[in-house]
């Protein structure tokens, strides 16, 4: 009986130390790991999109709720004027999730951009979407509003020869940002006041 | 009979090296030797958690009831690696992203776990700091190696430097993973020529 | 009882009955010589080189190991020669020194003296030297890339690559006799197809190699070819084009035949053949290699030990296996 309960305490110790522990860890790193998965994950994605920007999109970041999640907004800075925010947005591929920046111009809802920032794609096939600068560039100039397809379903998007499934994705993603962006626009060009 | 403190250290740096004498932990040895960044990351990785685990667990050994001992060392190392995971992605995340399942997976590493049993659940404290150390040393070095060889000949780098200039072409069978059984299967061959001498 | 056969043992000593690894490494060797030479006559110094280099390295690589491990030399024995030779004709022409050297020492250490040397390899060292090299360096090993400096006088497409890339219709052109001849591309030893028969059948009549998978090889790479040609031929070549081009030949004569990778009783030798000349045509129609006979027979090979478990059964024995 005594043995069980020594078993008991000391497994019970043992664990409550190593949770608190890793806990308090958590709460240490957790901005700091945020951090750098924006700088090293998204980063790349949007500072591409945000080519030339006065200021660091990675750095003047804010939040909005949609809904019950929280998305983050990375801003740039043009003419020294804050009109061109980026934000992730996700559509369904051929091996998973992907994630899509989109880049848009708040004064007149065209796409400044976009890039892939996550995914499981085939290497070779769908990861042509995110290494292939012609696939994204076609987005840019377009209004962000309404769906996107691609053109075997009657709509816009060229689709990445052989990477049918993964194009399909992105526009879905793209869909996904335009629904996104819309209900939130107002909540938007208030906080981007703030940055002029 | 206890052997000295420097003994506990310098016997894993050559005659109980882990990957190639206790023939332990190969699955990080086969996955993460593809270049020497990954492998001295990895190492570096390895030796905090079983220096770490190592102490912890010759310091609780009196307390911890020999019954559910394997159940405290798994959360005792558990513990390490989750600290070394965080810290990674914290503050060398590009290594975190290349090294990525392996980090969590050295919980399952049979080093640690078989270093807790058999040494620090019955030496001191500071032997068995001393023992951790020389293991975890002696598995980043032969990890270096292994990755040194593979890097070398499968991309004509060396740490990322290129080594023959521009006109090598890399011997892609290195690393892929055929190639690093075969490696390690020689390496393993030299290891034993050597110590049979 | 007088008129049963009986199988008598006599003490030592025994006579030598003069059958040495040497005489058949030589005759073999012997027997390949006639493609080799035409693959020098095709490509020139370059070949000469290659077949050269490989040849002697891989003795080197032989005597290397044997001093490593403390064993009596064996470069005597010729196997090393073989195995240079074989892997040789499965060279382009044009393949850099390196390239031969690390194909030597793949096949040698990793192929055979890994599993114990000679008699102990599951594998075909030369088939390990050439696929682990064709995997890891690709353009080298592409023959209309390689070759794409040389003047032939006939059509010097590599005519599985053009199957491959054109369908039946782009390998129309080929004269199926030019071919027999030895007019086509492909790697040193294997585009002479009389010179391989030739070779092949004077080792099935000393005796080195057994006529059963030589002849279940092509059968089956025949009949499935043919198969693969009558339910589409606009998509699949016929079954002559596939024997008289690549290395079906070379593969069916001197790669599936070697000693300790292939089976030794009658039906296991039937099948390994034919199996290997099965998945070379699934590999050359449907799988993504150009030419599939270097990955079809190591595939038969790794299913040898498996093989081996058909047996006969064995004389004399009473009752069953309770």
């Known amino acids: ?5 020594k078993m008991i305490i000391v497994l019970t110790a043992l664990c409550s130390f190593s949770g608190g522990l890793l806990a308090a860890l958590r709460n240490e790193t957790m901005e700091k790991i945020e951090n750098q998965q924006l700088e090293f994950v998204k980063g790349p994605a949007i500072r591409n999109i945000l080519k030339g920007s006065a200021n660091d999109p990675i750095a003047d970041r804010f939040k909005i709720k949609d809904g019950e999640t929280e998305k983050s907004f990375f801003v740039g800075k043009f003419d020294g004027k804050a009109e061109t925010v980026v934000f992730e947005s996700t559509g369904k591929g051929f091996g998973g999730d992907i994630g899509l920046m989109v880049g848009v111009n708040v004064a007149d809802d065209k796409i400044v951009g976009v890039g892939v920032t996550t995914h499981s794609e085939t290497p070779g096939i769908g990861s042509r979407a995110q290494t292939d600068p012609r696939f994204a560039a076609q987005f840019k100039g377009l209004s962000l509003t309404g769906d996107f397809k691609v053109k075997n379903d009657g709509g816009q998007v060229d689709a990445i020869s052989g990477a049918t499934v993964t194009s399909k994705g992105i526009a879905v993603a793209v869909t996904e940002a335009a629904k996104t962006y819309t209900s939130l626009k107002p909540q938007l060009a208030e906080k981007l006041k703030g940055f002029k | 009979m206890a052997k000295s403190v420097t003994q506990e250290f310098t016997k894993g740096l050559w005659a109980e090296i882990p990957p190639f004498r206790l023939v332990l932990g190969l699955c990080p040895v086969l996955a993460v030797t593809k270049s020497v960044e990954n492998a001295i990351g990895m190492g570096v990785a390895v030796i905090f958690v079983l220096v770490g685990s190592n102490v912890l667990v010759s310091m609780l050994r009196k307390i911890i009831p020999s019954k ?8 005792v190392v558990a513990t390490f690696v989750t600290v070394v995971e965080l810290l990674m992605q914290a503050y060398t995340y590009p290594l975190f992203l290349k090294l990525g399942i392996f980090i969590p997976l050295i919980v399952v590493n049979c080093i640690l776990l078989g270093r807790a049993e058999a040494f620090a659940y019955k030496n001191g404290i500071i032997s068995s700091f001393a023992d951790g150390l020389g293991l975890g ?7 270096t190696a292994l990755a040194a060889i593979r890097e070398v000949f499968g991309s004509g780098t060396f740490y990322g430097n290129q080594v023959f200039g521009p006109d090598f072409q890399p011997f892609n069978f290195m ?3 055929p190639g690093a059984f075969v490696c390690l299967g020689l390496m393993l061959c030299v290891m034993n020529s050597i110590g049979k001498k | 009882m007088s008129d049963r056969k009986k199988l008598i043992v006599s003490h030592a000593p025994f006579l030598h009955c003069g059958s040495k690894i040497s005489t058949r490494s030589y005759h073999i060797m012997i027997a390949a010589l006639p493609a080799v030479l035409h693959g020098f006559y095709l490509y020139g110094i370059p070949a000469v080189g290659v077949v050269a280099l490989s040849i002697s390295s891989a003795i080197i690589w032989e005597y290397l190991i044997n001093r490593l491990t403390g064993k009596p030399t064996t470069i005597g024995d010729g196997n090393a020669a073989l195995i240079g030779m074989m892997l040789a004709m499965l060279f382009p022409a044009t393949t850099p ?17 890994i599993y114990g040397g000679i008699g102990g390899n599951p594998f075909n060292p030369a088939l390990i030297g050439i696929a682990i090299l064709t995997l890891s360096w690709k353009n080298i090993f592409n023959i209309d890339y390689a070759l794409l400096n040389y003047d032939f006088g006939f059509q010097a497409a590599y005519p599985l690559a053009a199957l491959k890339h054109g369908g039946p219709a782009a390998v129309d052109s080929f004269n199926l006799f030019s071919l027999f001849i030895g007019q086509q591309t492909g790697s040193i030893g294997s585009a002479f197809g009389l010179a391989l028969l030739f070779g092949g059948i004077y080792l099935i009549i000393m005796g080195f190699i057994r006529w059963e998978i030589p002849v279940s090889f092509l059968a089956g790479l025949l009949i499935t070819s043919l198969l693969f040609h009558l339910s589409d ?11 008289l081009t690549g290395n079906t030949l070379l593969g069916a004569f001197f790669l599936a035949t070697e000693d300790s990778s292939s089976p030794v009783n009658f039906v296991p030798m039937l099948i390994y053949g034919a199996g290997a000349g099965v998945m070379i045509i699934l590999i050359r129609n449907i799988g993504g290699h150009v030419d599939g006979a270097v990955f079809a027979i190591l595939l038969m090979n790794l299913a040898n030990p498996l093989l081996d478990k058909i047996r006969p059964k064995a004389l004399g024995k009473v009752g069953s296996h309770a």
Do not use: D, N, Q, Y
């Not at chain 2, 040393?137 to 990890?143: A, D, E, R, W």
């Not at chain 3, 031929?233 to 024997?243: C, N």
């Open chain 1, 1 to 5: 009986m005594r043995e069980m309960l």
């Open chain 2, 68 to 75: 559910v001992r394997i159940a405290c060392f798994i959360i």
């Open chain 2, 137 to 143: 040393i002696g598995f980043t070095m032969s990890l």
């Open chain 2, 175 to 177: 690393v892929e993973a």
């Open chain 3, 97 to 113: 020194w390196w390239a031969v050297i690390t194909g030597t020492f793949v096949a040698m250490v990793v192929g055979k003296h």
């Open chain 3, 233 to 243: 031929s606009a998509r699949f070549a016929g079954p002559v084009f596939h024997l």
